[in-house]
């Protein structure tokens, strides 16, 4: 072996071993580790760093595939959170139900209200959805009033009555209730709708976002400072993130509680502002199945943002539920994307 491939077989063993570090945050809570569930973050850099690895060696010596095969292997589960590839036939139902998520980021499309063209574009992507059930994230009252115009035909919706979550339905709803955390601008909302003779209970929550601010994402960055402040500026986005994980575990548990005592099969969406590397998807997913993993095809970032393959958005479904069908939405409205999830009651 040349020393240039020994100094990136080097390499590869640290990649591999930080890959698989960061591939076990979701069994750690924040409370126990903070600095785990930011590494966890991380995950999807250290994954494809590996992959290329293991291409590298097949092409230049096939000898060293197994460091990489054997780390990818062992992380497979979280590679399934992050691609999925599905082929298999789905079988009908009788009675479908289709659901769309989406944080419409305060409707930023309305920063364009004097362009018409965008506005219409806008709202002809959104109706072209077609779906039973539009639960929306971070929907101020500037964006409410646009909504209730968009799914005027729609029978019913509920709003947090303070905070962004809102739900429209194309059924009738038999029961509404808010999950308050307490906090501007985060909420959770359910409500029961009869989908021919089933009672479903859909969920629609925004947990705490970051609050780091792409200054601070910068003044990380800024190699140029000297090492003191580089250091102090770290300390402080780490500790943000580190508050605003403990604070969405809490959340959480607040909604699987809520589900645990729903009388009827639940459908749970929202932006969760967590990867699924941490520990609130697996809290989630031990209970109700991932529409994503279930009928996804391909990269399930929902992130726009400048953060690659970030998965934050979710449609969960009970597990007496077929998931039929799973599609990300490429809509350039939001800083996220919209997801799309047909499931089957019965």
């Known amino acids: ?45 250290w994954a494809f760093l590996t992959f290329l690895f293991l291409i590298y060696w097949v092409i230049v010596n096939p000898r060293y595939i197994y460091l990489s095969f054997i780390g990818l292997l062992c992380c497979i589960n979280s590679i399934n959170n992050l691609v999925a590839i599905d082929f298999s ?50 929907c101020n009252l500037e964006s409410r009033k646009m909504l209730n115009d968009l799914f005027g035909d729609y029978e019913s919706y509920f709003f947090h009555p303070t905070e962004g979550t809102a739900i429209y339905s194309r059924y009738p709803i038999k029961n509404a209730n808010k999950i308050d955390f307490g906090l501007i601008a985060n909420s959770g909302i359910y409500l029961d709708i009869d989908i021919k003779g089933t009672m479903t209970r859909i969920f629609n929550i925004h947990l705490k976002s970051n609050e780091i601010t792409k200054g601070e994402i910068a003044d990380v960055r800024d190699l140029n400072k000297d090492y003191d402040k580089n250091l102090e500026d770290t300390k402080g986005v780490l500790s943000k993130y580190g508050k605003q994980s403990l604070l969405r575990v809490k959340q959480m548990k607040q909604v699987l509680e809520v589900i645990s005592k729903s009388p009827n099969p639940v459908v749970l969406c929202g932006d969760f502002n967590e990867p699924p590397q941490s520990y609130v998807y697996k809290e989630t997913a031990k209970k109700l199945k991932d529409s994503f993993r279930e009928k996804g095809m391909g990269i399930g970032g929902t992130y726009a943002g400048s953060i690659p393959f970030l998965r934050i958005d979710y449609i969960f479904t009970d597990q007496k539920f077929q998931v039929l069908d799973y599609q990300k939405l490429t809509y350039p409205w939001s800083d996220h994307y919209p997801i799309v999830s047909t499931i089957g009651i019965k």
Request: net charge positive; proline share 2%.
């Open 1 to 45: 072996m040349s020393l240039f491939n020994k100094g990136l077989y080097a390499c590869n063993i640290v990649v591999m071993l930080i890959m698989v570090f960061s591939c076990f945050g979701s069994y750690i809570s924040p409370q126990n580790s903070t600095f785990l569930s930011l590494v966890a973050l991380t995950f999807p850099i």
């Open 89 to 138: 036939k789905t079988a009908d139902s009788a009675t479908k139900l289709k659901v769309a998520s989406f944080n419409i980021a305060n409707s930023s499309v309305l920063n364009h209200k004097k362009n018409k063209k965008i506005i219409f574009s806008f709202k002809r992507d959104f109706r072209k959805i077609n779906a039973d059930i539009y639960c929306i994230q971070e």
